[in-house]
């Protein structure tokens, strides 16, 4: 068997699509979705990361904004920038580039952003409507994963399901995903015991741990659906996913490439957040 592959590129291309198509029903209203995103210090891939999304931005139909700060900056003088920016009609969507450095509490600044801009679906409030299940504005990454597995029409009723990470970022909000759509899920953490027997009992399969290479072909069930979200530089500068691509290949009957997989889904998910926010405002429902 050799997996088929979910070619992230071609999908978020046909899925902005939709959202450019929002986007321009918005601007007829006098209304252009806007997105700023705060990067504090100078960290080369933190860099790359803007870069792209601001290139989506443009390439979409919606006006962003990049506000750059110094990697030094106090807390206080960040925070004022998400209150401007808050209270900024232009602006529908707000997104803090982590990493952040010590002196800047990740907690404390996705905590200020205003609930109906909160484009990266980390504030306290948004992720309370994830768990239980009314709509708001939901992590890029497990959405555009769950927009992967709908194209593909994996079938989530009833399944096993393994998420192997447990970051508020992916591992924990594509695992509530899962569950809303009936799979029974099982989250493996570092201290899993014996995480291949978890694995193997997966028909989907979703890892995010930051190491790579970690999921080999013998720790995966024939047949099944592996989305590798890790994206890890090696020491000869190669990019590699979470997932030994070779040998999972060989078992699995679905399978996302890294790069070209979820990288490209989740700023596809970041443009619809924007997008979705701005309808929101204009049509006063905010953050309800």
């Keep these: 068997m050799t997996a088929r592959i979910i070619d992230g590129v071609a999908l978020a291309a046909a899925v902005r699509v939709q959202w450019k198509a929002r986007a321009e029903a918005l601007q007829l209203m006098g209304v252009k979705p806007g997105l700023a995103v705060v990067l504090v210090g100078d960290n080369p891939a933190s860099r790359v990361y803007v870069r792209h999304k ?3 931005c443009a390439e979409n139909g919606l006006h962003s904004e ?21 209270a900024d009609s232009k602006i529908h969507g707000v997104l803090i580039q982590l990493p952040l450095p010590p002196q800047v509490r990740e907690h404390v600044v996705v905590g200020a952003i205003a609930v109906e801009k909160d484009v990266d679906g980390l504030h306290v409030e948004n992720v309370g409507k994830l768990v239980a299940g009314r709509p708001g504005l939901f992590p890029c990454t497990p959405s555009g994963c769950m927009v992967m597995l709908d194209h593909i029409g994996a079938e989530l009723d009833g399944r ?7 970051s508020n970022i992916v591992g ?3 695992a509530i995903m899962l569950l809303a759509r009936n799979a029974t899920v099982t989250i493996c953490t570092s201290r899993t015991r014996d995480l291949a027997a978890h694995t193997r009992r997966a028909d989907v399969l979703v890892v995010a741990t930051g190491r790579p290479h970690l999921v080999t072909g013998e720790m995966v069930k024939p047949g099944a659906i592996v989305i590798d979200v890790g994206v890890n530089r090696l020491a000869d500068g190669k990019l590699a996913g979470d997932v030994d691509f070779e040998s999972v290949r060989a078992v ?10 979820v990288g490209p889904m989740t700023i596809t ?12 405002i204009v049509s006063g429902h905010g953050a309800q």
């Design 252 to 261: 699995a009957g679905w399978i996302t490439p890294v790069p070209g997989g």
């Design 172 to 174: 924990k909000p594509i």
């Design 54 to 56: 601001i290139k989506a």
């Design 269 to 280: 998910m970041l443009l619809a957040n924007t997008v979705q926010a701005a309808e929101r």
């Design 66 to 86: 990049l506000h750059q700060l110094s990697a030094d900056v106090p807390e206080a003088v960040v925070l004022e920038r998400i209150r401007a920016l808050n």
């Design 160 to 166: 096993e399901a393994v998420v192997v990470g447990r």
